[in-house]
């Protein structure tokens, strides 16, 4: 946590908040959600309990109760245990892979590409971007815990917008992976989008669709957004960088695949030094936690169809694949000597 006074905001305004304050906060949440087993008690570090209060302008109450539904919903889907076996059909064209570059800022970077669509089912769609979120998070460095997206609109239009998938995409971003997203870039989005977007700008808050970037090709003032954020040089050319490798399906398997073995472990190291030694996960299910969120949670805090303040995957992108809003080099045969490369370990700051 950074030092002195961090500020959050909600609906524009600035809410002061003192390093202790904020520390306080974090440890009321902890305590209201109780003893956890092990893989639950990792998902609950300072920092992932702070982007839950961050979210909610450091409202207690709203956070917990987004904390516990989250973590519920880690017991039942289990998005750590998904394998690349399990999704790679709806990887094969490259709608949303991880690259193997990040920014100037070491953040990972999801590449998405909506026209790429292969796969009508719901559940396969959202079960792959839940494996690219995951993965994503895995390979944060230690002093990240945001990623950007980079969203080309190549080949975009009508047809791949889907309103059942773009619910549930919502939901699924907002609600359990809040302040993931550090920047959205949106390539060459097409004309008609501009209307949606200015509709969805008016529910957003500034901090959120302030990390919105509308980038052209062919608009020198917007393209230095893409200089000032990436080594060009290792930005794929798809978007103005120097690299024309591309997207290719049988290297970026067996990157997942590496990742895979590597996720384990991510899962299984020792949570906070503060933590109490907890029962192991297998033996726990969603009733035997105590993870009512309800119970914690005052009327005025139930409206129903709420939204988080500051969450960062609240803006809706509409297409059959995901995409939401509030998250160099391509594989080669040097990749092992690529200083840009993000296979790195993370340690528990870039926590779920």
């Not at 450091?58 to 076996?85: C, D, F, G, Q, S």
């Not at 917008?161 to 920047?183: C, F, M, N, W």
């Amino acid at each position: 946590m950074s030092e002195g006074v961090k500020r959050s905001s909600s609906n524009g305004f600035e809410k002061p908040l003192t390093t202790e304050h904020q520390q306080e906060k974090v440890n009321e949440v902890r305590r209201l959600v109780g003893p956890l087993p092990e893989k639950l008690s990792i998902y609950c570090s300072d920092a992932s309990i702070e982007r839950h209060l961050r979210a909610w302008n450091w409202n207690v109450k709203k956070a917990l109760k987004m904390l516990k539904e989250t973590l519920k919903w880690r017991v039942a889907y289990k998005p750590e245990e998904i394998r690349w076996e399990e999704i790679a059909h709806e990887a094969h064209t490259g709608k949303i892979y991880r690259s193997s570059y990040v920014d100037k800022h070491g953040r990972t970077v999801l590449v998405m590409r909506p026209s790429c669509q292969n796969s009508k089912s719901i559940k396969g769609q959202i079960k792959y971007l839940v494996y690219c979120m995951e993965n994503a998070i895995l390979n944060l460095p230690p002093d990240q815990e945001q990623m950007v997206w980079l969203i080309d609109f190549s080949g975009f239009n009508l047809s791949h917008i889907s309103l059942k998938v773009t619910r549930e995409t919502a939901h699924v971003l907002q609600d359990h992976y809040p302040e993931r997203l550090g920047l959205a870039i949106l390539y060459n989005p097409p004309k008609f989008f501009e209307p949606f977007w200015m509709v969805a700008k008016a529910f957003l808050e500034p901090k959120t669709y302030n990390k919105v970037k509308f980038v052209y090709s062919d608009e020198i003032n917007t393209m230095k957004i893409m200089e000032d954020l990436f080594d060009m040089d290792y930005l794929e050319a798809a978007f103005g960088g120097k690299d024309c490798v591309g997207f290719d399906i049988s290297k970026y398997a067996e990157r997942m695949k590496e990742d895979d073995r590597r996720m384990p472990s991510f899962w299984t190291r020792a949570s906070s030094p503060s933590a109490a030694p907890q029962p192991d996960l297998a033996s726990a299910t969603v009733d035997s936690l105590n993870l009512d969120s309800n119970s914690d949670t005052s009327d005025d805090d139930k409206t129903e169809g709420s939204m988080p303040h500051g969450i960062d995957s609240d803006t809706v992108f509409t297409h059959e694949n995901t995409l939401l809003i509030d998250g160099g080099k391509k594989e080669s045969e040097s990749e092992s000597e690529d200083p840009h490369r993000t296979d790195v370990k993370p340690d528990d700051k870039a926590h779920a």
